[in-house]
């Protein structure tokens, strides 16, 4: 990410800290992201250098004030006053990251030809938090083509056990011979 949008979620974080809303705003952040995602057209007219400061603030002030924390509010208005808009996105990913370390988080996806019952999905929540000493949160991915196994992703590693990786490494050592 870039320093701008780490520079607005470390003064995010602050303010969440300092006044005890860490939780609201993670929660906010995400249901807000999602909300920008699935429209797009206001996230062009927060950045439309037709419209002015005024008018993408006041508009900010109209869809979002009472409904959700006026840090929040304040912290788009801020965004839109320094025209950096572009990085929102990315200034709620950063916060989510320094979020998951206050609160010793890690993430973690796993990748299954099929769904992982209720049962598989503790069991590795389980042995990864063993492993690693954090509270692991665990996304299960459905890909066909995996075939079988499983693909796990957390931190920076990333661990192949599925069926496709296995044929792809005896394909490889037989022609190999």
């Known amino acids: 990410m870039s320093n701008i949008s780490k520079a ?7 303010i969440s800290l300092e006044e005890n809303i860490l939780e ?3 929660q906010q952040t995400q249901l807000l992201g999602e909300v920008l995602a699935a429209n797009p057209d206001f996230s062009k007219l927060l950045g439309a250098p037709t419209v002015t400061k005024e008018e993408k603030q006041n508009l900010t002030d109209t869809v979002f004030s009472g409904k959700i924390n006026k840090h929040l509010v304040n912290f788009l208005k801020v965004m839109i006053d320094r025209k950096d808009t572009a990085e929102i996105k990315n200034s709620f990913a950063d916060f989510e990251k320094l979020y998951n370390s206050h609160n ?5 996806v796993a990748t299954t030809a099929v769904p992982m ?4 999905k503790k069991l590795l929540c389980d042995k990864l938090c063993s492993l690693t000493g954090k509270n692991v949160v665990l996304t299960n991915k ?3 083509d995996c075939l079988g196994g499983v693909i796990l992703q957390f931190s920076d590693t990333q661990y192949n056990d599925s069926i496709a990786a296995k044929l792809e490494t005896l394909k ?5 011979n």
């Not at 019952?117 to 598989?120: K, P």
């Not at 490889?172 to 190999?176: C, D, V």
């Open 104 to 108: 010793n988080i890690e993430k973690a």
């Open 8 to 14: 607005y979620a470390d003064a995010l974080f602050e």
């Open 142 to 144: 459905v890909d066909p």
């Open 117 to 120: 019952s209720e049962d598989q």
């Open 24 to 26: 609201e705003i993670m």
């Open 172 to 176: 490889n050592r037989l022609k190999a």
